[in-house]
């Protein structure tokens, strides 16, 4: 049994307390928190503190907690013979330079609350200072997930942008498509079967082959039609950008072709 | 039985085609398009013509063509006591206005060559003239789909702008992480579960309570890292204004619950 101590009690702190929960390789031992009422939902599962001073020994630490905090939680924890992780898409493994046996455990996914995930699924994002860490890493990511990745920092820096525009930025033009309908009294529920076919179609085509739409064929009568429609400024703002963006991607191919 | 043609050979021509086949209720007794070669994978299963001359007698007919042609080809439909309907999401149904019985009949999806469509999980947004037409419209509706929905041609334009933003912007933000990941040399595919998983979310929980990342939190450190990261210009472009934007929404929320 891997002996756990896992430092943050926000979205993604619980659900990789549960996903580890699980499994029947890591024994979570303590829950390390900022404030006594943000433990309460761990305290009766295992052992809980808001002290720093009495972290339980451990062979693995993670934290799971803000960017902000990584590289100043890392320096207060005792150095030891340990493995010591952070969970951050964009912070550097280096952060953690004071440890010997130092890596990153990434988990490419969005944590909501009240949402639970099959972690199985989550792409898990792994890099070591040595060997003898990273397979700790590995045993620790193949007890949860079915998928894990060797990323060094600049690759997993990039996929964090990636995801902050296929996960973020998506979520955003989703409002717009619930403000839009909300605006029209019509169930933003009417557009949730072209949401997930969207998202579905990248599975087996390529997004340029996926697209599909007026400014991909630059059809200027019906993108007028929809500016004069939007009401709101940043609606037009965002409108105008991606359609331009969209258009510029699939004429510089059309050119390609005829050139 | 309906008896129904279907004028246009495009994509959404060719996946209503096959939903109507599919169903008791319709018999489509001939398809009509432009070019003899585009008419070739229905010639094997229905009367074919290219011939605007040469169209059936039917009781509806279903004009599957581009915005800009509904209008001249519905002028060149002789008129009868045919229904006569368009399936697009942005033209008002009166561009059918020479027609006694006319309607829409627009899917709410997006529609790709070679990938099938599951036309049960489609909602379909109807419009008509009267009454007699309506029924027939449902008729039709309910034969390829479980869901259908009365929208007036203002609010259907609306629906199309709203799907606008959460698919074909949606799918070129996709085709941005597909770039950021391919230039990194990351396999596209480590994406797909935070895709799927974020157009599910919105599925039990609004936009506003998915949304997650660093412009909600205004985690200007991790932001100005992206910024860093992006190479090509419009990428640039399109984080700074969606970032901005989401900010600006979130913040906003802020300020209501603390003033």
């Known amino acids: ?108 996914q969005t944590f909501s609350k009240n949402k639970r995930i099959d972690f199985s699924d989550v792409p898990l994002c792994l890099e070591a200072s040595d060997k003898k860490t990273m397979q700790v890493l590995e045993k620790l990511a193949q007890s949860i997930s079915q998928q894990h990745y060797l990323l060094n920092s600049t690759q997993r820096g990039a996929l964090h942008t990636a995801a902050v525009f296929v996960c973020n930025f998506v979520n955003h033009l989703y409002q717009i498509g619930f403000e839009i309908t909300g605006e029209n009294k019509l169930p933003f529920e009417l557009l949730l079967p072209l949401i997930k076919e969207t998202a579905a179609k990248v599975a087996t085509m390529t997004p340029f082959d996926a697209q599909t739409g007026p400014a991909k064929r ?4 019906t993108i007028d039609t929809h500016r004069n429609r939007l009401q709101e400024k940043h609606h037009k703002e965002i409108y105008n950008l991606l359609t331009h963006s969209i258009y510029r991607l699939h004429q510089e191919q059309l050119n390609n072709k005829l050139g």
Do not use: C
């Not at 979570?28 to 433990?39: F, I, K, N, P, T």
């Open 218 to 221: 630059n059809d200027t009568q």
């Open 1 to 108: 049994m891997i002996q756990l101590v896992l430092v943050g009690t926000g979205n993604l702190a619980t659900h990789l307390f549960w996903a580890f929960q699980q499994s029947s390789v890591v024994q979570v031992v303590q829950v390390v928190g900022r404030r006594r009422a943000s433990l309460k939902s761990f305290a009766t599962h295992t052992a809980v503190t808001t002290d720093h001073t009495q972290i339980l020994p451990a062979d693995v630490y993670v934290l799971a907690i803000s960017d902000n905090a990584i590289a100043s939680v890392a320096a207060s924890l005792p150095v030891s013979n340990a493995v010591v992780l952070h969970t951050s898409g964009s912070v550097p493994m280096e952060a953690l330079v004071k440890h010997q046996h130092r890596g990153v455990f990434y988990p490419l």
